[in-house]
């Protein structure tokens, strides 16, 4: 397998610095679209599509090639990041021996923005593991009613399915709305009240630390467990980010719809809890928890993100709270050996209050990229690609003092008010695998994220090669 590894190593470098039209072709293969709801789910749904050998992240190999000289690596970031005063903590290490190779304030929690989702992704994929899928269903409720109860799925969607779309297929409500309808009729129902069940989310629907304006300018919308097109008011729309201030509620008069368009009138009732054990009328899931990962992390997906994180609190049988989901996340990453370095208050990184180490971040990013935990490949497999895909598509590392970072670097990116920051992997000129993490700003005032796109680039450019780790 080593001869195999490093071989892989060979052809990803050779293709990823290569800027032609056919990288940038298998990049735009290589995730999903941008948005949920613009792009519209079938009946199915498909299992994830393998990443294209050209940008494969090959396991972290000791033997692929010579560490970086740390003090070649230092000067070369340290003359980018500026004086004691420049508002970045920083860390590189190496992804297959976890070494540090360059810390500048690595163990001091910085706000991490979106780079929070590294967190999250991976302690979804480590709990509830890779081929979980979230199930919404209808049952047979009291009184001849029914019941449409929501499991917590974003994928869930009204639109109809586009023919030959390259994503992953999300879960439909028009199917679920067909599969109910054919069972009452069958039974010989015609006409029905349609109540909801939302339970599965408990407590607030926004997070500690969310900006006011956050729903209204449609960042995110108010968590439920139930929730259609990630409760946007226009979801063929993609220009147009206004969300409902109610998703399960707008999710049940759709259903109703749907229904009496199939031949049962129906009308929406109100909120319930679904009897356990209550005979099912249809049921469709979400994407596997490994196609969701990848989507939140090229993407930046809010709304995934926060689904994923309850996921983990039931899992770790907490209530689906926003603090439950967070405590649930830290103690699953404290169980993967990081154990210092993480608080956080949300899936998504928008809370202002999160607090997480540069130090925290690289080593989760090298644990989803090495070979122990195989479970974890799709948290750095769905990394956005520098210069080509996702969040770091065009103009992110086009500038040629970044340019030697595209295509080899996959990173999350994260941005708030005052705060930019970019972990991820990126492979050095001599073909090693270093995990790294930079974090600007506090918070009070301008940052640039092209600077962080020069320290990854920075890093990739090392050809700063000393001796060969031990057994290399």
Sequence with gaps: MPGRGRALMVMSLSLLNVFTVTAALAVAKLTPDRHLSPQPPSVAVRDLVPVPASLAIPAADPASGPLPDASTLAGRLSGLIGGPH??????VIDAATRRPLFQRRADQPATPASTTKLV?????????????RITTQVVQGAGGRIVLVGGGDPTLTAL?????????????????????????????????HVDYDA???????????????????????????????????????????????????????????LLSKNGVDANPGRSTTAQEGAARLGAVQSPQMSVLVEHLMTESDNDVAEAVARQVALKQGRPATFEDAAL?????????????????????GLSILNRITPLALARITSLAAGDD??????????LPVAGFSGTLSPPRFGLPSSQAGAGAVRAKTGTLAGVSTLAGLAHDADGRLLAFAFMAGDGKGPVDPGKLDRLAAAVAACGCGGAPSAGG
């Excluded at 300018?217 to 139930?226: F, K, Q």
């Excluded at 063929?236 to 998703?247: A, E, F, L, Q």
């Excluded at 935990?373 to 769905?382: F, K, W």
């Design 86 to 91: 420049a508002k970045i903590n920083a860390v």
């Design 120 to 132: 999250t992704g991976v302690a979804a994929l480590a709990s509830v593991g890779p081929a979980h």
């Design 160 to 192: 109809p399915a586009r023919p030959g779309a390259g994503h992953p297929r999300w879960a439909s409500l028009l199917a679920l709305a067909q599969q109910t309808a054919t069972a009452l009729k069958a039974s010989g129902v015609k006409q029905v």
């Design 199 to 257: 339970s599965a989310y408990r407590g607030s629907r926004t997070a500690p630390g969310w900006k006011p304006n956050y729903v209204p300018d449609g960042e995110v919308a108010p968590v439920s467990a139930l929730t259609v097109d990630e409760g946007r008011v226009s979801p063929g729309d993609s220009s147009k980010r206004t969300r409902v201030s109610d998703p399960p509620v707008a999710a049940v008069k759709q259903f109703a719809q």
């Design 328 to 348: 649930a996340v830290e103690e699953v990453v404290a169980k993967l050996g990081v154990t210092e370095g993480v608080s956080v208050n949300d899936g998504s």
């Design 373 to 382: 935990h195989p479970e974890l490949r799709s948290a750095v497999t769905g």
